[in-house]
């Protein structure tokens, strides 16, 4: 029998934690002067510092200081008056010191929370370190059918990326969410994802790897110890951490109900089938040989330095959800709608850039968040802007455009990525105004269409339909609907019943 969903949270408690690994946007390396610029040709961005040769000596960025320093206060954490750097020791080939710079018993930041709404439900994240540490490279296997080294002809590795200031941001166990725990996990990271992009700290985009999760789940009956976790590596978007906690939880079942043990190891997780596999069994603290970086002094943050960052933080995600709600005017519901969409933030800039309300909810609920599902991206990520958005939907308000080509303007934007009166220009998108053109495709659509203009004639007044349908085949949707039908009316029955305006046929956004 197929275990379901409903089965596994009907019989199971799920707990999960999460580590977040974040790239700050600093301009230099964590440890040397090199450039963090993403793109580079390979090997071109690296120095003795970062590559670990005899002899170099790293010094820490203040810039990184700082950041870490705003995203524990953002997540409510303590700041430590002193931390240092550890060696944390193993090999890997994209890590040519054979060691990675990290934290490991005195972290910068320690015993935060962040709160997430889920279904009406608020549920506290605790966090328990944020802790600072330097990239890795990155490994390319060619010649193998999966892009991994298994089956692979040979392998080629890129330091650019090694020594770039990486942020772990580690949860405490979240128990309690019950059958809501993948969606607690999803909306834990789309909350942090907002409040790093607010702190400006780092660009947080999931596809190039600045912002990436390592997903811990476990299992345990009520009443019983918390089960041994799985640890799911380098989930890369939030769609996924949602699908990787679903997935653990539903294998994990099977293997409890058949009387198998559950063995603490790291997974990987398959984008295309959802579904996780092993890795290797999990290193503890111990097997990383940790001890103190010899190299390095330790960090001690002045609290007045550290006082005037908290005075200077942003106006935080939360914070500005509640005034925009009240500055909006929009109910409980449709703000829960707009933050499980995760595009508050979008539409409170869309507004803030000239929209209506009422028109930037529907579009980034409509037409934009079926143009990110079709590109598997979040809103965020599509390449509209809340000002594209507002622009449209000031070129709709004065005529220029229907719903209809702006929704054309919109592909026009993602196609090519300039703004949308350049789109128009170079698509000409503009709705046709010009009336002796519409009588001459209103024409040219009774005399191809000489039964359905009988039917008209006859009395048959929804016939016309048919008829404004050729026009605006004619013009590329560019015509007025309202002003043809009104055309075609006066044609073939000397004008629209009762002599009032005719409704358009509109589509809504």
Request: one cysteine or more.
């Amino acid at each position: 029998m197929t275990l379901t969903y409903a089965d596994v949270t009907s019989r199971y408690e799920p707990v999960f934690g999460l580590e977040t690994h974040v790239e700050l946007g600093t301009v230099s390396k964590m440890f040397c002067g090199c450039s963090t610029e993403f793109g580079a040709a390979p090997n071109t961005h690296t120095c003795p510092v970062c590559l670990g040769l005899p002899g170099a000596l790293p010094v820490v960025n203040e810039v990184a200081i700082e950041s870490t320093i705003k995203i524990g206060l953002a997540l409510n954490c303590s700041i430590a008056p002193w931390c240092r750097f550890a060696r944390k020791n193993y090999f890997y080939p994209d890590m040519p010191k054979n060691f990675q710079t990290s934290q490991y018993d005195e972290p910068l930041c320690v015993d935060g929370y962040v709160d997430v709404e889920v279904q009406g439900q608020t549920f506290r994240v605790g966090i328990e370190r944020v802790h600072m540490e330097e990239d890795t490279g990155k490994n390319t296997h060619v010649g193998g059918a999966t892009g991994r080294i298994h089956g692979a002809d040979y392998s080629l590795v890129d330091f650019n990326r090694a020594g770039i200031p990486l942020i772990e941001i580690v949860t405490k166990p979240v128990p309690g969410t019950g059958e809501l725990a993948p969606e607690v996990a999803k909306a834990y990271v789309t909350e942090l994802r907002d409040i790093l992009r607010t702190l400006g700290v780092s660009d947080v985009r999931m596809e190039q790897g600045s912002l990436r999760c390592d997903v811990n789940t476990s299992l345990n009956k009520p009443g019983e110890p918390m089960g041994t976790r799985t640890e799911t590596k380098n989930v890369n978007s939030l769609r996924s951490v949602e699908r990787a906690v679903r997935s653990e939880m539903l294998r994990q079942a099977g293997l409890l109900d058949a009387g198998t043990r559950i063995f603490q190891e790291t997974r990987h997780f398959n984008e295309s089938t959802g579904d996780t596999r092993p890795g290797r069994s999990k290193e503890e603290a111990t097997d990383y040989r940790y001890f103190p970086e010899p190299d390095l002094v330790p960090v001690e943050a002045d609290p007045d330095w550290v006082e005037q960052v908290r005075a200077a933080l942003p106006e935080l995600p939360a914070a500005r959800r509640a005034r925009l709600r009240e500055s909006l005017g929009v109910s409980a519901e449709d703000m829960q709608q707009l933050s499980n969409a995760g595009v508050v933030e979008l539409v409170g800039q869309t507004v803030e850039a000239g929209a209506p309300i009422g028109e930037a909810r529907n579009w980034w609920l409509g037409y934009l968040a079926q143009k990110a599902n079709e590109r598997e991206v979040d809103a965020a990520d599509l390449g509209v802007t809340p000002a594209h958005v507002a622009r449209l939907v000031e070129l709709v308000a004065d005529g220029t455009l229907s719903v209809a080509l702006a929704r054309q303007a919109v592909d026009g934007v993602l196609d090519t990525g300039s703004d949308v009166d350049t789109v128009v220009a170079e698509r000409g998108l503009k709705r046709v105004s010009d009336t002796g053109s519409l009588e001459a495709a209103a024409d040219e659509a009774i005399a191809a269409n000489p039964d359905v203009a009988e039917k008209v004639r006859g009395g048959k007044l929804p016939a016309v339909g048919a008829l404004v349908g050729a026009v605006m085949k004619a013009t590329r949707g560019q015509a007025d609907a309202a002003a043809v039908k009104a055309i075609l009316l006066e044609k073939l029955n000397g004008g629209p019943p009762g002599g009032g305006g005719v409704a358009a046929g509109g589509v809504g956004a």
